[in-house]
C-alpha cells in the first residue's frame, strides 16, 4: 500500500508518494506538513521476523524517507500538533497494548517520546485546535468498549503531569474511529 495524492479536479491524475516495503501492510497515515513534505507510518519486516511500524519523514515525492522512530518502539497514528511543534503517537513496543506519547518535532527530528499514558490500548490521538489537549480513544477496563479520553497540557499544581480523563462510559467505537474537534 502506498500514499498518493490526488488533486481535486476531474480527472486529475493521482502522483504517487512512496515506495513501501512488499508483504508488510505498506504505507499509511500521511500527514502533509507543506507541499513536498509527508510524515507518514511505514510498516517494515525486521531482522526478528516481526513487522513493525515506524513513522518516517519524506521531503520530495519518491524521495528516501527518514526514520523518526524506532522499530522497536513500534509507533504509529502520527498527530501533529497545530501549531506544528508535536507529534502524539501510539507506540506499543510490539506487544499488545501501547502508550500514547507525545515528541517535540521541529520540523526534521523528533525529541524523546514523553509518555502520556501506558499500558492501555490507545487509539487515534487527536489535537486539540489551540494545542493545550489530546483526545484519543481506548477501552473503559480491560474488557471495555473503546471510549473517548482527554488529556490536557494544562499546568497541574498537584500531580505534575497530565492526566486521562474518560469523557465517555456506554459508546462503543472502535480503534480505528476518528476524532473531531468542534469549536463552537
Not at 493521482?14 to 513534505?37: A, E
Amino acid at each position: 500500500m502506498s500514499i498518493w495524492s490526488q488533486p481535486p479536479q476531474d480527472g486529475a491524475a493521482g502522483r504517487r508518494w512512496t515506495l513501501p516495503t512488499s508483504y508488510t501492510g505498506g504505507d499509511s497515515q500521511p500527514l502533509s506538513i507543506g507541499p513536498r513534505t509527508l510524515i507518514f507510518t511505514e510498516y517494515a519486516l525486521q531482522s526478528d521476523g516481526h513487522i513493525r511500524a515506524q513513522i518516517q519523514l519524506q521531503v520530495g515525492q519518491l524521495a528516501f524517507s527518514r526514520a523518526l522512530t524506532t522499530p522497536e518502539d513500534d509507533c504509529s497514528q502520527p498527530a501533529l500538533s497545530p501549531d506544528g511543534t508535536r507529534l502524539a503517537l501510539i507506540c506499543t513496543g510490539g506487544g499488545q497494548v501501547g502508550r500514547l506519547v507525545v515528541a517535540d518535532f521541529d520540523g526534521s527530528r523528533l525529541g524523546p517520546l514523553q509518555v502520556l499514558v501506558d499500558h492501555q490500548l490507545c487509539a487515534a490521538p487527536a489535537w486539540q485546535p489551540d494545542g493545550k489537549a489530546l483526545a484519543y480513544l481506548a477501552p473503559a477496563g480491560p474488557a471495555g468498549r473503546f471510549q473517548l479520553w482527554h488529556i490536557s497540557f494544562q499546568p497541574v499544581a498537584r500531580l505534575g503531569s497530565p492526566q486521562p480523563r474518560q469523557l465517555t462510559t456506554s459508546l462503543d467505537f472502535d480503534a480505528t474511529s476518528r476524532i473531531a474537534w468542534f469549536q463552537a
